[in-house]
């Protein structure tokens, strides 16, 4: 097989090329000395690089890109639209003579270096048909040898203990000798020597070997990830879209990105990315107004395109957003009338029903074929691509603020970093990007919150469930050492948190589909596979959601609104106080009863039922602090709802009262009657 000369100058000239491409398209919105300064370094080493194997039309190009960038290094001013215009040219033409020398020859012969001029290139950057990186990112590799050199040195205990087993080998002989010769004071001394290194040495081993199985574990995520892409690879062409067809329609647009450090497989993002540059082109030819009917709107002069990567659980979202008009429904409804996609029903379809006849392609609202829209082909290849994927699209309008189109496609490989926990002696992995924070429970706090169905955190009350009741639904749970902490989750639907027996560190890992005949709970996303083979369950937050906030509503203690009450007990010792707080709570339909003292109110609360305890918490005797503390200490008790309310407002007592197990915490020299009856409509008890 014939030596490739050529082979590294085209990956060079590939991550090149795509820093020109981002960088042109940076100054088109950021100009300035810096972003030139740095487009010129990048043009400057792909000039050199070319000369070196002697690909003069290429050489020709990067040298006339520095040309029309040298009088920019100095001073802010913008770049002149064809100045713009011709450093796109020139970069679409340096890139179509590498996609040229990718095209294989003859087997024995060298690529042949074009002699000619190429032939002209249109403008318009290539629709790509997949996203396939030229090899992983430096950064990618940094963190895969970074890891690797952490496991490495994990193996020094390792080593270590070779010299300990020797060791262990001489006391074993000294013992079987001195068992031999008769001598048992020896004897016992050895044994108890013995014993005490051979339990030193077992510990260390145990734990190198569960550092460096973590660390391995790590290495093949981190492995496992440079198969996946980052969604941000997209952002470039569909930067250039926007670009191209705002320059074509007269508009000033700007391109916002997020979500591009996601990865995922390129098998996705290369058909995703065709799908989404009709997409982003729809939205500047049919969404951007002119600059002058924007201003006259109210709207800034320039529009913005936004697309959003983000995962749900399994899924990853592709959104695009744009402030344009949105969708013109009265040019939807006059096409799909004459094109005869309505059907005969007199009633007329809902705005939602002409939307959705946009994916079914063949029906523009433009009123001539452009470079960029027109004919009416290009959310029916959204609709192809999704369904290709598996997917689901979503067009939504808001007429006058802009257009929506949400693609969400199922995930195949997804690399991610997770919390390990261990509930019901079941391994379980929460994607780290939706933990919130974690609490440590003692197990009269842990008790509490699985009686209650909240936990307080940050200052209010979260719905809670131990993790073991949503893993073993219908089951019996195992016996454990019991809840020893709690893991606050944020996703879309709220804020709630689940109980765990422990939590085992964090780790980079791929995650799997469940295999599609696998029966799984909703609480389950996808599943990661260990060094050892073992599966791990990796949980989804909008699942668990469901099922926590589910179990929250059904719990007597935060049932709806249509249950009645029971009274609240209101203790202080100011007799101003608690009439204050009785008349705020009886005017809002509350029954209450009082109590002067935190002695008084413990009784109470002992002898009678209570949707809600409000306590002061400088009191004689017994004070709020304690008389919280007391509550949680008794089993028929724990679960009531306590509400702290105090002139003390320093950090340390508020987190004195979350340590007693307080729910809320009201700062008297702050009051708020409607903070106040907000923080009780929330955790009172219903009977």
């Known amino acids: ?38 487009l010129l370094r990048v043009a400057h080493t792909l000039k050199g690089a070319a000369r070196v194997v002697k690909q003069k039309e290429i050489a020709d190009r990067a040298h006339a890109f520095e040309e029309i960038l040298v009088p920019h290094r100095t001073g802010d001013s913008p770049l002149a639209a064809e100045e713009m215009r011709e450093l796109l040219r020139l970069n679409d033409e340096i890139l179509a003579h590498v996609a040229e020398m990718e095209t294989p020859g003859p087997p024995d012969e060298p690529p042949a270096v074009p002699d000619a001029p190429a032939p002209p290139v249109a403008p318009a950057m290539p629709e790509p048909e997949a996203v396939v990186p030229s090899r992983a990112s430096s ?171 983000e995962r749900r659980g399994r899924w990853a979202v592709f959104r695009c957003v744009d402030d344009g008009r949105g969708f013109d429904l009265a040019a939807l409804r006059r096409t799909a009338t004459e094109r005869g996609m309505l059907g005969e029903s007199e009633q007329a379809p809902a705005d939602q029903e002409l939307l959705d006849l946009v994916l079914r392609g063949g029906i523009s609202t433009s009123a001539q074929v452009t470079e960029v829209a027109g004919r009416g082909i290009g959310m029916d290849a959204v609709r192809d691509v999704a369904a290709q994927l598996h997917g689901e699209v979503d067009v939504r309008s808001r007429p006058g603020e802009g257009a929506t189109v949400e693609l969400t496609i199922p995930l195949t490989l997804l690399s991610m970093t997770g919390l390990m926990v261990e509930a019901g002696g079941s391994s379980a992995t929460v994607p780290l990007d939706a933990v919130r924070g974690c609490l440590r429970l003692s197990a009269a706090e842990a008790a509490a919150a699985a009686a209650s169905g909240q936990i307080l955190y940050d200052g209010s009350a979260a719905p809670f469930l131990p993790l073991a009741e949503v893993l073993y639904t219908g089951d019996t749970v195992p016996d454990t050492p019991g809840t020893g902490a709690a893991i606050v989750v944020d996703c879309s639907t709220g804020t709630f948190a689940v109980g765990a027996d422990r939590l085992c560190g964090t780790s980079a890992l791929v995650a799997r589909p469940l295999p599609e005949l696998a029966p799984a709970s909703p609480v389950i996303s996808s599943v990661s596979i260990e060094a050892d083979g073992r ?130 915490y009201v700062v008297k020299g702050e009051f708020d009657q409607e903070e106040l009856l907000a923080h009780i409509r929330r955790l009172v008890v219903r009977s």
Not at 219 to 234: D, F, M, Q, S
Not at 560 to 571: E, K, M, N
Not at 575 to 585: K, P
Request: with cysteine; net charge negative; aromatic share 2%.
């Open 1 to 38: 097989m014939a030596r490739d000369p050529l082979r590294y100058f085209r990956l060079e000239a590939r991550e090149l090329i795509d820093q020109i491409s981002a960088g042109v398209l940076d100054l088109d919105q950021r100009p300035g000395p810096e972003p030139v300064g740095r």
């Open 535 to 664: 599966p791990r369950l990796v949980l989804d937050p909008e699942g668990l959601a469901s099922v926590v906030l589910r179990g929250h509503h059904t719990n007597p203690r935060t049932a709806g609104a249509s249950a009645t009450p029971l009274p609240i007990l209101v203790v202080d010792d100011s007799l101003t106080t608690r009439m204050l707080e009785r008349s705020i709570l009886e005017s809002a339909g509350y029954e209450v009863e009082l109590a002067a003292s935190g002695e008084e109110g413990l009784e109470k609360a002992r002898g009678g039922r209570y949707g809600l305890i409000l306590s002061d918490i400088d009191m004689p005797g017994i004070d709020g602090f304690t008389l919280v503390e007391r509550i949680r200490a008794d089993p028929r008790l724990a679960a009531v709802p306590c509400v702290l309310v105090s002139s003390r407002a320093g950090a340390e007592d508020r987190e004195r009262g979350r340590e007693a197990g307080a729910d809320a």
């Open 139 to 309: 950064s990618d590799l940094d963190e895969l040898l970074d890891a690797i050199s952490e496991t490495s040195a994990q193996m020094a205990p390792m080593r270590e203990g070779c010299g300990t087993i020797e060791r262990l080998h001489r006391f074993a002989e000294t013992l079987a000798d001195q068992l031999r010769t008769g001598d048992p004071a020896a004897a016992r001394t050895s044994a108890v020597r013995l014993a005490g290194e051979i339990g030193t040495a077992s510990r260390r081993f145990t734990d190198a070997a569960d550092q460096i199985e973590r660390g391995l574990d790590d290495v093949r995520a981190k492995a496992e990830a440079l198969r996946l892409v980052p969604a941000g690879t997209i952002f470039t062409a569909l930067r250039r879209a926007v670009r191209d067809a705002a320059d074509t329609e007269g508009r000033k647009v700007r391109f916002v990105t997020h979500g591009a450090d996601i990865r995922m497989g390129a098998h996705l993002l290369g058909p995703v990315s065709g799908a989404f540059l009709h997409v982003v082109r729809n939205a500047v030819a049919h969404g951007m107004e002119p600059e002058e009917v924007r201003l006259a709107a109210g709207k800034p002069a320039e529009g913005t395109v936004t697309v959003t990567v």
